[in-house]
């Protein structure tokens, strides 16, 4: 989360946790842990089939307006 505060500074904490669930509810990305190092607590995020299809048809959209 730290990362993405960075990223998105007029974002709050709480936004960006309650954003990332939402998408992950509605199965538009997946989360884990892939770090060899168990005290290592980051989650990596990637989308999913679902997430990925709704990207391109918003990309597409966005070249042709």
Excluded: H
Excluded at 7 to 33: C, E, H, W
Excluded at 42 to 59: H, Q, R, S
């Amino acid at each position: 989360i730290k990362a993405y505060c960075e990223m998105f500074p007029y974002m709050t904490d709480k936004s960006i946790r309650n954003g990332l669930q939402k998408l992950k509810d509605a199965d538009l990305i997946v989360t884990g842990n892939y770090n060899k190092d168990k005290r290592d607590r980051t989650t990596w995020y990637a989308l999913t089939e679902k997430g990925n299809d709704i990207l391109l048809i918003i990309i597409n959209y966005m070249e042709y307006t």
